[in-house]
Structure formats: C-alpha cells, structure tokens
C-alpha cells in the first residue's frame, strides 16, 4: 500500500514556475513508476509526466514538454514536477500517481493516487 500527498500548487501568472511534490509512504518507493496527471474543470484527466524507478529519463505530454521536468529522490520518498513557462492552459488539478514496474502512461495502470494539488495560471 502506497499513500501519496502533493504539495505545492497555487495560483500563478503566466510565464511564471512552480514545483510540485508529492511524497510517498512505505518503505518500497524505489519500486514505482511515479506519475503526474492533471485535470481541468470539464475534461478528462490527462497524463504530463512520468519517471522511472531509477529516475533518470522521464516521459512527458507533447504539451509540456521543454517546460516540466520531473524528478525523485528514492530517498526522501518524494518525486517533483517543475513546471516552468506556465500557461492558462496549465490550470488544473494535479495528481501523483503510483505504479509498479513499467512505465506507462495510461490513468488507469496507475493503481495508487494523491488527492489532487490545485494549479491555477493567470492571463
């Protein structure tokens, strides 16, 4: 059982920068794929980045590509997202996600979920 808790949101102007965490119980975090979705009000949730086990190369949504970096420390039990560059299209509620293994990008592999951290960007 993973439990997982972001930190980190707020409500920022477009061009601006935030950092994301989400820190993670259980002895056994170097064993999971990290994810970050995100959903906007009336949408689908939808994937911007995910990490390896190791860390290391990270898969990212075309969207955000260039301007999130995802990161983790297996030691503190906590993975990042940097977001840089934000835009109004940024907005949302931003979630981490945990799995086993292999890397995916799809929700539904993920099998343990944070209760979301909001992100709001000003025009």
């Known amino acids: 059982q993973v439990q997982l808790v972001e930190s980190g949101g707020g409500l920022v102007q477009a061009g601006g920068s935030l950092r994301l965490s989400c820190a993670a119980s259980?002895?056994?975090?170097?064993?999971?794929?990290m994810g970050w979705f995100r959903q906007a009000p009336g949408t689908e949730r939808e994937f911007v980045a995910a990490?390896?086990?190791?860390?290391?190369?990270?898969d990212y949504a075309d969207s955000v590509k260039g301007r999130f970096t995802s990161s983790r420390d297996n030691a503190k039990n906590t993975v990042y997202l940097q977001m840089n560059s934000l835009k109004p299209e940024d907005t949302g509620v931003y979630y981490c996600?945990?799995?086993?293994?292999?890397?995916?990008?799809?929700?539904?592999?993920?099998?343990?979920w944070g209760q979301g951290t909001q992100v709001t960007v000003s025009s």
């Open positions: 990490i390896r086990r190791s860390g290391g190369r990270a």
């Open positions: 996600a945990a799995k086993r293994v292999v890397l995916t990008i799809r929700g539904n592999d993920y099998n343990y």
């Open positions: 259980g002895r056994t975090f170097s064993s999971y794929t």
